[in-house]
């Protein structure tokens, strides 16, 4: 292979490195929720403030991101499914990462103090804060309810696509960030259960560690009834109206079914299952939620 080829090679990998800092996946599931957020306020957003608040969110929740990696890189290599990662294998070195973080988090703050509103631009901050600070460095190594109190980080999503078209609260958005608290400790649960023996080696004290893997589904499981319960206040407050209400109950029960076999029927790869069926539900839920506004809004 001639040089130029092999610093070609070398360029397109430092790229997918510094792209997988971000977690693309996750920021792309938040971002769906934050613009849900932002048409479900009642107003038509404009195309400008859907942008940059899309934009500055999207690169702050990278950044925070990016700052996971480099504080969880000793964590990362003891777990099979986060030893690959680029800062853990020394492909990112942990400075340059730390650069690259500050910098989209940095640009995402600037736009969304220029061109959206300050209320949205800190309340990002300070769920940058919570996920890379508070959850990784302090919540994650000292309490089996990690992801129940730092999940209030990762739930404020849809607030800030709604703040970013009206400029305040409301409580419809709250209703929103309820949804996605809710929802987390099943989902990451059903993934600590999975990975429970990655978590053990690496001393973190997840639930399915400290307090065994039939105690975790049983907190899957009645969380997942918690859920469903939440998951109606949109339309017992008239946020939403009949599709949303009847697609929620079709996505909760099929949770819940996942989270009966997780503790009744488990196979080899139920909790893994179980995971991935949480992230489509979230996904489609908040699909519903904005598919129900608008088609009301026709008719």
């Known amino acids: 292979m001639t040089r130029s080829a092999l610093l070609s090679r070398s360029r397109g990998l430092a790229w997918r490195d510094y792209f997988a800092l971000t977690k693309p996946k996750v920021v792309a599931l938040i971002l769906l929720t934050a613009v849900v957020g932002m048409f479900l306020t009642g107003?038509?957003?404009?195309?400008?403030v859907v942008l940059a608040a899309t934009l500055g969110i999207a690169l702050m929740a990278g950044g925070a991101a990016?700052?996971?990696?480099v504080l969880d890189r000793r964590i990362d290599l003891k777990m099979a499914r986060t030893h690959h990662r680029p800062v853990a294998q020394g492909r990112v070195h942990t400075g340059a990462a730390l650069a690259f973080a500050f910098g989209l988090s940095g640009a995402g703050l600037g736009i969304l103090l220029l061109w959206v509103n300050a209320l949205t631009a800190w309340l990002t901050l300070a769920s940058l804060l919570g996920y890379a600070v508070v959850y990784t460095v302090f919540?994650?190594?000292?309490?089996?309810?990690?992801?129940?109190?730092g999940g209030l980080a990762g739930a404020m999503p849809p607030l800030l696509g709604w703040t970013a078209v009206t400029g305040q609260f409301d409580g419809h958005a709250c209703l929103l960030v309820m949804i996605i608290f809710?929802?987390?400790?099943?989902?990451?649960?059903a993934l600590a259960i999975h990975r429970r023996d990655d978590y053990a080696k690496a001393d973190i004290p997840m639930l399915p560690v400290t307090h065994g893997i039939e105690f975790t589904k049983t907190c899957v499981l009645l969380y997942t009834l918690l859920l469903t319960l939440v998951c109606l206040l949109p339309w017992v407050v008239g946020m939403s109206g009949v599709i949303y209400l009847l697609g929620s109950l079709a996505l909760n029960l099929r949770f819940i079914q996942w989270a009966c076999r997780l503790k009744f029927r488990p196979g080899p790869q139920t909790a893994l299952q179980c995971f991935r069926f949480s992230i489509s539900h979230l996904m489609?839920?908040?699909?519903?939620?904005?598919?129900?506004?608008?088609?009301?809004?026709a008719w």
Not at 182 to 189: D, R, V
Not at 286 to 297: G, H, M, P, Q
């Open 43 to 48: 107003s038509l957003p404009t195309p400008g």
């Open 66 to 69: 990016a700052i996971n990696h």
């Open 139 to 149: 919540l994650k190594r000292a309490t089996p309810q990690n992801i129940v109190i």
């Open 182 to 189: 809710t929802w987390t400790p099943p989902h990451f649960w």
């Open 284 to 297: 489609w839920l908040f699909v519903l939620l904005l598919a129900d506004r608008w088609i009301v809004y």
